[in-house]
């Protein structure tokens, strides 16, 4: 098992520092009598990811970090010969590695916010279908390279191209998404090469665009009344990534934000809730 894990690490030297820590875990689940790793719990690897170092001293936040990365790797390998496996490093949850975070919305921001595009005088059609693609886990440099080529209306799928270093993926629209697209589509009648969300004029550059529309989400935002330190347009992104989490699992949630690792997932998507 540490053999197939250490395998898919990319490199030699995070393969041989993270395969020592799975192996000090294996000497931990012994000495507590944890013959094989379907009988581990969250009890166990909070046990280890929290446990003092070999001089003694509190584990930094880096360390405790990379613990559970070294769990999360070993867990998610052993669901490869043991599908019906339990993960319990899911229910793991830490504190964040910095003090910039982004928390998701919950349901009922995520409904303000929807009204509060659709009565958008000016720019009703973008707004809704800027935050239909962020619900769709799009980012604010995605959505405005998005083109209706890239809709499938009927499936509710998106076609993300990602950005270094979100990876390219496809989206999910939501329920609300797939009709607001449906709807608009049926009205306008674009052409396949048309951007979704495009202004007149188009934008001089990608990072004039990116900032176009982190603007529109963040006003959209301010008029539901959903605001705070902890609030941005990636906000949205997350809740869509959180529903993906809740019908699917870490796995799927990873793959729908593009990005490398479960972990990283799991850092964005498990931030305690607050304004």
Request: aromatic share 4%.
């Amino acid at each position: 098992m540490l053999e197939l894990w250490a395998s898919q690490v990319r490199t030699s030297a995070t393969a041989a520092r993270l395969s020592g820590l799975i192996r000090r875990f294996g000497a931990r689940l012994s000495s507590q009598g944890v013959a094989t790793l379907l009988q581990v719990s969250l009890e166990d690897c909070e046990g280890f990811v929290w446990a003092r170092t070999h001089r003694g001293a509190p584990p930094s936040l880096a360390t405790v970090h990379l613990r559970r990365t070294a769990l999360t790797g070993l867990f998610a390998t052993l669901r490869e010969v043991e599908p019906s496996a339990d993960d319990p490093t899911r229910d793991l949850l830490l504190p964040p590695r910095t003090t910039r975070q982004v928390r998701r919305l919950d349901d009922g921001e995520m409904t303000r916010v929807r009204v509060a595009a659709l009565g958008r005088a000016r720019s009703s059609d973008r707004a809704v279908l800027a935050v239909a693609l962020a619900e769709a886990t799009a980012t604010s440099g995605e959505i405005p390279q998005i083109r209706w080529r890239d809709i499938e209306v009927a499936r509710g799928v998106v076609r993300l191209p990602g950005a270094s270093p979100i990876r390219a993926r496809e989206g999910r629209l939501s329920p609300w998404g797939q009709r607001a697209f449906a709807r608009i589509y049926r009205a306008q009648g674009p052409s396949p090469d048309t951007f979704v969300v495009s202004r007149r004029g188009g934008y001089a550059d990608s990072h004039t665009a990116q900032a176009a529309v982190a603007n529109l989400l963040s006003k959209v935002m301010t008029a539901a009344g959903v605001d705070g330190p902890v609030v941005r347009p990636s906000s949205i992104r997350l809740w869509g990534a959180h529903q993906v989490l809740l019908t699917s699992g870490i796995e799927a949630a990873t793959l729908a934000l593009g990005v490398a690792s479960l972990d990283t997932a799991r850092d964005a998507l498990s931030m305690e809730e607050r304004s």
